[in-house]
């Protein structure tokens, strides 16, 4: 007895009470024309060298836990030896998330964004010859807002694995720890009849010559250095 409800008719009634069906195209394809104006604005900005410090941020309206001053910054980077670079040398993909982060950002604050820097591994960016990205830009004072981050988390094991890297001291205990694990797995009596002190220390003494001279040969040849050289060093082997 009663009709059915078609709610593909009833969200046209609902639509052309407010808006005029003649224009409904027109105004539709304005705002994709728009969209797509803000994308390529943004990635040639994040293209664009810039040397900003600022943005015109409305302090009111920024998220306090997505703050961080550069010390902090500086710090996790040494840690998990990362690098914190600006955006034009990342040679990783920016999902589309990040843009609308961007978009979204920029119109609550009503400003244009420029200066963005990342957090991310050494191979994800092109860096010249001498596993989670953060896209951050500069909101003055040597504070920056992180605007995204992407990507998977970091092995658990990051940052004791990359301790050894921080400093030339510390890559004497790594060099010392394994010279002992070798000079332990020498079996007993290979280099005399009896294992004395002595001759542990004469095995252990040749372990760290070896083991010493393969860093150096590695960290020269492959021109790598410390956690605390690289962590905003754009040079591959600074």
């Known amino acids: 007895m009663f009709p059915k409800t078609n709610i593909e008719e009833k969200l046209n009634q609902l639509r052309n009470r407010k808006i005029d069906p003649a224009t409904w195209r027109s105004q539709v394809m304005t705002i994709f024309d728009q969209q797509h104006a803000d994308t390529t604005r943004i990635l040639q900005t994040l ?12 302090i009111d309206a920024l998220a ?4 961080y001053h550069i010390q902090q910054i500086k710090k996790i980077c040494i840690d ?3 690098r914190f670079l600006d955006y034009t040398y990342f040679k990783g993909e ?4 990040a843009i609308t982060a961007i978009k979204s950002l920029e119109k609550t604050h009503q400003t244009t964004l420029s200066g963005y820097k990342i957090i991310a591994p050494s191979k994800l960016f092109k860096l010249e010859n001498a ?8 909101i003055g004072n040597d504070y920056y807002y992180l605007i995204h981050k992407w990507g ?3 092995h658990p094991f990051r940052k004791m694995m990359m301790w050894f890297f921080k400093s030339f001291e510390n890559l004497v205990v790594l060099t010392v720890l394994v010279s002992l694990l070798l000079t332990f797995l020498v079996p007993d009596g ?4 009896e294992t004395t002190i002595s001759t542990q220390a004469m095995v252990f003494l040749f372990m760290f010559k070896a083991v010493g001279a393969i860093v150096i040969f590695y960290g020269f040849a492959l021109g790598k250095n410390f956690n605390t050289a690289i962590w ?4 591959f082997n600074a």
């Not at 920016?94 to 998330?97: G, N, T, V």
């Not at 596993?131 to 500069?138: H, I, N, R």
């Not at 290979?190 to 009849?193: G, R, V």
């Open 152 to 154: 998977e988390d970091l």
């Open 190 to 193: 290979l280099l005399s009849k």
């Open 80 to 82: 998990y030896r990362l």
């Open 94 to 97: 920016l999902p589309y998330e």
């Open 232 to 235: 905003d060093s754009t040079y």
């Open 47 to 58: 293209e664009t060298v810039c040397d900003t410090n600022t943005n015109d941020f409305n």
């Open 131 to 138: 596993d989670d990205p953060l896209l951050f830009v500069p």
């Open 64 to 67: 306090t836990d997505r703050i």
